[in-house]
């Protein structure tokens, strides 16, 4: 059993600190937050004990891996911390809001060992994973054109907002690295639209967007093209599509279940989309932390890690600067 | 160019007709109603010639062959008039709401090689004829099962029911001749339940039922259940389900077209199904009339002939007395 | 926090422990098995106590209420022992094999008000649920048509097939119960058409069927269509569909996940249907956990009971008289 | 009854001349073609005469109205005619490859009032034109991202690439037209991904591109993205979305029947999609032809006009532009 320290538990800490909990291979070893309250719940329902620091939870000889799941202004510093503590680390999205600090990070951390693996939860999704599947097997032949439609069901609380480091390095990170992983290669040239539509009068307050399409290209010529909305009110719209030389894989959306109505005015209705991501990925939640437990007990690195938490990122600058330049952007400009 | 004449010149005969003057290997020799204005109208469109009585067409050598669409109590006649006349025809089903009479029609013209075609223009149907090739190209395996819904939208008029010789012989008859298509093999049980849900006063009033269901075994032991309704008010239902040891096949139902709507309430929402069999039917319908010209054309027995007329009558029958007396009838007690 | 006991713990009492392990309003307190081993892996993974007798859990005070898990012929008399102790009682169906035994054990307990909840876990599926939902609010109008299509992915080991019951007690037992549950009136009339095609010899062997196609009707008419297999290739096979007089409801069957394949030869292709009943009925089985405590806590009766273990069991009956005898059968000629 | 004539009797030319052939309220006056034998057989089946020039056409008093549906670089000279002889002209896309033709011919005929139409067949389509239908309703609120997937199923022959005038003049001209019958209003930015990945040594050679990514936003902030390609093995694919404030409309792909198959290895297999563009449009061709015979029998301007045809032509020049310069260009850029 490897025994998991909780950094965080606000809704996705507290999420994952149940997920390890019920886990087969882990156990919750603690929970750490600044909150008291939030941690002592989570205690409560689990068992695990609540320390008071970081550094109490790093100095813990019970505790053999650390989930980063706190603010994300202190996720670079606990993850160098729990790397010179020897601690293998899951840490949630973004590493930081600066890619400056991201890049000092990998230079303090570069030549460690530690596993580090990052919290993106959409590539253990499994009909997102069967779409890289179908590319991996050949099915679908060389692929040609990615296309991801990734919408909120709703515009996220202002005072989030605010602090969030915007649209492009909050919302599209997760697509930026959806994108990477259909791809299977690195995309070159970014160019992107972005409107104020949800909530102009706020959004340009914020400086922000809340509508976006992204069109990235490979050197080889491979695109991928990325449709972002603040709000989708018919539910989380989640879904990855795949062209290639013999075929189509299309990752669809889901509901809660499979009731249809049919009636004199319309057939086929059904339920809206689950709602957001906590429900719409809670198995991928589920083999993430198989997945980091996996590299723990073998020692292998983390199928996703700290590198495409930076290179994720780098993509998001360059469709910041696409978008101020009106130009398609090359990620050696900004990467 | 086989050239057809059309005898009667109803709602379906009308289509017929139109469909015969457009067809590339077909054309509208004559028409005749013993209502000259329904024959007129057909005639001023298609440019047809107005003969004034069924001795007239079949007198005219000018009339390759006679699609026979005219009520339902003079079918037999006419049928044995064409065939001693030598014009192959396409008779309208069913035959006769008589099994007796239509025994004796069967008596008349045996012997006789010139074609006769059913109208079971189901048969025809893209999606529910792929459920017979996935059957027999060995697609599903070998069949168990065999589901057929079929619900009409909405209560014929009252003065149709009247005449039309009740539920099994009017509306189940089709299926009754899917089952045998899709089987295979001829169904030797019948076992029906019916009921008075739609229209109660009205069914009691006519000692006809609304709302059916028909289990059959062939002697193999592979089932065929059919369940209707007079009133699906979401559209015309019409779906063809073949369970196998491999597989399953479904024929599903079709929509006007494919706009799905989306919204904080539902997802997925479609169009009510096509409203009946005319819209439903239409590719059936042209490839009916090819079947027909196929068939004259390279001399062949067509595909669905008079004996498929004769049995699914007889297991019409069968379900009445199932119904009448509770209990399972076999066909060899009724055929 | 409920404190439940598991007796029994094969492959559907160990996921019953699991499930209750983490449900958030109960605790698992003791499991029971006559394989010691099996109920100490259980015990090992949960931290839950193992007791050695049926008697020792009854005697427990820490025990507020009892799953009864164990084979079947066991269960009436650990349910009376449950009642007679005042513990509350989740039993798996079926009640017993045998009506008599069953009507037995209703007269022994007639009076209790120690809650009684029968295992029939369909009955909380969110599809399922929301079709009897769409009933209820008026949504599809007044009920006719029932149907329920129910097929397992394979046939189960002939070990077990041996002392099932029969495929009407074991596996149609289920569908009596949703038929009752979506028609909200019971079935007076039950016509059964039953066949041996999957394994006829076996079948023969044991004088079973294991295709099957039911066909009840309430007072009132409305009818309810079973087709049972099996065998399945594509899945475990789980859908029911309502019609009523402003429409219908499906509930339609469930994959892994939702990628689509589109290739040169097909469209749309999607995985194989979640294979059986512990993937395809997740959900419904912690609801029903769910609702079992919520009976307990607030002191309410069950929403399904023991009468309606008994009233299925008596559908089963008739159903059985009918392949035997080739007619209708009214429940009450059985009940 | 209007009566047309076709000019052009190649794939497109003989199609519109049967349906207006079959049409209820035209028929077809005469067909031209420069290679008579291609007019002579579409004449022997339709009953058509066959006239010798266009100028035979424009003088021939038989002749309501001409459908143009000759080679590209003949259209705009012939439609000049056309417009001087009065006759009402629908008209094949692309007007001209060139927007200075177009822009002179609109000089040319500017201030006329005889209706000319423009072949934007899609317009038509009932899925289509059920998304525009929803968005005008207020079904899905206000508009903000129009995606348009279109892709051919395969590559066209290398004759018709040479001389096509791209793939933004070519195919992607009927996207742009589609994105502001959805959109409402003007695309004022362009930005276009182009890619030669399904024949890059031809594409190179001809200059042209095969997979294209274009975004489009209109001033107020609407986006729309184009995804191109010449190449989906599973058929013509052929889909619109439109996200707004309320919801979403979908107008999904079609496939020629219903069937689906399921299986050990898969379930709901479909046929591949209709395959191109005869057989997914084919009610919308007959729609096109009713909306023109509406606008001559009414003297109204036809919905899809000469200006639209120009303008979607504006949108090609602006993604050429902004292909080749790497950037955002502005529609008043190129227009």
Redesign the interface.
Known sequence: MIRIAVLGCGRIGAMHAYNIS?H?RATLAAVFDINAAAATTVAA?TGAKVLDSVAAVLADATVDAVLIATATDTHADILEACIAAGKPVLCEKPIDLSLARVNACAAKIAGSSVPIQLGFVRRF????R??RT?IATG??G?L??V?I?S?DPGLAPEAYLKVSGGIFRDMTIHDFDMARFILGEEPV?V?A?A????A?ELMAQLGDYD?L?V?M?TAS???A?I?N?R?????Y?QRVEA?G?????????????????????????????LNFFIERYREAFDVEIDAFVDAIEKGIAPEVGFEDGRLALVLAEAALKSVAE???VRTSEVG
């Open positions: 019920a087969p329902k999704d499994p009909g997102h069967a779409v179908a099915d679908i060389e040609h054109q296309t439609t919408r040239e160019s639209t409107s104020r539509l949800v102009p509508t399409t069109t290209k010529g491979k695109q093209i449709t909305s709000q989708s009110v018919y539910g719209d062209l030389t013999k075929g189509m894989a299309i990752s669809e959306n889901r509901r809660p279940h499979g009731m249809t109505l049919h009636t004199v005015d319309f057939t086929d209705r059904a339920e809206p989309l009106g130009r398609v």
